[in-house]
Nanobody, 125 residues
Framework: QVQLVESGGGLVQPGGSLRLSCEVSGRTDRTYAMGWFRQAPGKERSLVGFVRWSGVSAFYSDSVKGRFTISRDNAKNTMFLQMNSLKPEDTAIYFC??????????????????WGQGTQVTVSS
């Protein structure tokens, strides 16, 4: 397993930007994919996007496509989530997650083995 630590959350006005970081430590050599999820109060945890650790392109949910970008620095074992044009409905706790399961459906939270503690993002004027 790996250990994940998110950072970069905070309060931002609508239309603003934030960049979240997810630092990965431990058995990173077995990581197949990593994802970003979010959970708003009273709602289920939902996918923001994911990226295969050896791949190039990322997959995004429709709600964030065109506004959010996932990137990673493999040398530093860090994944990023750049969030632009933020909306109040983006307010949630954001989690990064990692999985070693190659055949798991990467859109599902239960496909991931390791989770960070989460970081709060609040979009409000």
């Amino acid at each position: 397993q790996v250990q994940l630590v998110e950072s970069g959350g905070g309060l931002v006005q609508p239309g603003g930007s934030l960049r979240l970081s997810c630092e990965v430590s431990g058995r990173t050599d077995r990581t197949y994919a990593m994802g970003w999820f979010r959970q708003a109060p009273g709602k289920e945890r939902s996918l923001v996007g994911f990226v295969r650790w050896s791949g190039v392109s990322a997959f995004y949910s429709d709600s964030v496509k065109g506004r959010f970008t996932i990137s990673r620095d493999n040398a530093k074992n860090t994944m990023f989530l750049q969030m632009n044009s933020l909306k109040p409905e983006d307010t949630a706790i954001y989690f990064c997650a990692a999985t070693i399961r190659i055949l798991a459906p990467l859109m599902r939270p239960d496909s991931y083995d390791s989770w960070g503690q989460g970081t709060q993002v609040t979009v409000s004027s």
